[in-house]
């Protein structure tokens, strides 16, 4: 039998408290009233892209949500985390590419969306069907 060798249960957990972190960072600016260290309020910056701002407290919640299922260490949940996150993502890239954004928001919608579509592809269910089952069956153990 080969050996398999995994990256360590405290690296990954690192890893997945590290983005959801970022993650709750975005919510929390989605919120602030003001001025963030991102620059201008994001109701502003909604405004500026054409939505509702308003549509950055949906935002702002998805985002919460996501990071909440990143953190909790079952793969369901990190996985339905980071598709939603990928789904979220796709819009933002989209959205940067139309609107001349800065450089650093140009890179960094798309480089957490390759990052996410990892994470999902790492903890991609084997059935559909056990995103819907919280307990896994013991014949599946």
Known sequence: MTERRTVPTWLRTG????LAFEFFVGFATKFWQGETFF???????FAEWGFDPNMR???GAIELVCAILLVIPR????????AGLVLLLTGAVTTHVIDEAPVYEEVSAPLHLVIMLCVAVVNWPVDVRDLLRWRPSESRK
């Not at 620059?39 to 910056?45: D, E, L, T």
């Not at 793969?75 to 980071?82: D, E, H, K, T, V």
């Open 15 to 18: 890893w997945y408290c590290f």
């Open 39 to 45: 620059g201008p309020a994001y109701s502003v910056k």
């Open 57 to 59: 407290y949906l935002v």
């Open 75 to 82: 793969r369901q949940s990190r996985f339905l985390g980071a």
